[in-house]
T-cell receptor, first 113, second 115 residues
Framework: QKEVEQNSGPLSVPEGAIASLNCTYS??????FFWYRQYSGKSPELIMS????GDKEDGRFTAQLNKASQYVSLLIRDSQPSDSATYLC?????????????FGTGTKLQVIP | DTGVSQDPRHKITKRGQNVTFRCDPI?????LYWYRQTLGQGPEFLTY????????KSRLLSDRFSAERPKGSFSTLEIQRTEQGDSAMYLC?????????????FGPGTRLTVL
């Protein structure tokens, strides 16, 4: 079983719609969860971080964490063509203070104008 | 603050040659990480420094790979006797290390092509 799992996609949504990206992880002691956006040929760019169960909102982005279900998601409201990219879920499963972050393979999002 | 920088951005080499990449982290970040990413995959952890100490090295990293961070600032990643399978994007990231939940910020990467 992979440590961090994502559907590779592509996930296609029309412009203005809500895009929902999902991620599951295997290590129950994971403490920190991150969503990165990666455009083709570029390096990952941090979108959101979340550490506690529940929702965290930042502009058009909402991260949701459910540690009991070992599930983290990212919602993108009012999707724009510029949101078309690969979204990487990353999980910190190291002990306190050690930042070993494991990445999923990413979900490719396509926003159709 | 100019962010994490990496040099070179692109490197083309012939199989069997040695290559060295440099990473300059965000100033005052004491943690530095190296990752490798191939097409369609997420970044794969290679190694990690806290200041000048190399605290973790992936068991997937062969003996041909070595990394240093001699003064706790910039870091170098060397690949000896390159193989075609080493072709990938090599990413460097840094974090402040001030708490267990701090965030890694990535540089632009070095794309290596081994012919």
């Amino acid at each position: 079983q992979k440590e961090v799992e994502q559907n590779s996609g592509p996930l296609s949504v029309p412009e203005g719609a809500i895009a929902s990206l999902n991620c599951t992880y295997s290590d129950r002691v994971s403490q920190s969860f991150f969503w990165y956006r990666q455009y083709s040929g570029k390096s990952p760019e941090l979108i959101m971080s979340i550490y506690s169960n529940g929702d965290k909102e930042d502009g058009r982005f909402t991260a949701q964490l459910n540690k009991a279900s070992q599930y983290v998601s990212l919602l993108i409201r009012d999707s724009q063509p510029s949101d078309s990219a690969t979204y990487l879920c990353a999980v910190n499963s190291g002990p306190g203070g050690y930042q070993k972050v494991t990445f999923g393979t990413g979900t490719k999002l396509q926003v159709i104008p | 603050d100019t962010g994490v920088s990496q040099d070179p951005r692109h490197k083309i080499t012939k199989r069997g040659q040695n290559v060295t990449f440099r990473c300059d982290p965000i100033s005052e970040h004491n943690r530095l990480y190296w990752y490798r990413q191939t097409l369609g995959q997420g970044p794969e952890f290679l190694t990690y420094f806290q200041n000048e100490a190399q605290l973790e090295k992936s068991r997937l990293l062969s003996d041909r790979f070595s990394a240093e961070r001699p003064k706790g600032s910039f870091s170098t990643l060397e690949i000896q006797r390159t193989e075609q399978g080493d072709s990938a994007m090599y990413l460097c990231a840094s974090s402040s290390g001030q708490r267990s939940t701090d965030t890694q910020y990535f540089g632009p990467g070095t794309r290596l092509t081994v012919l």
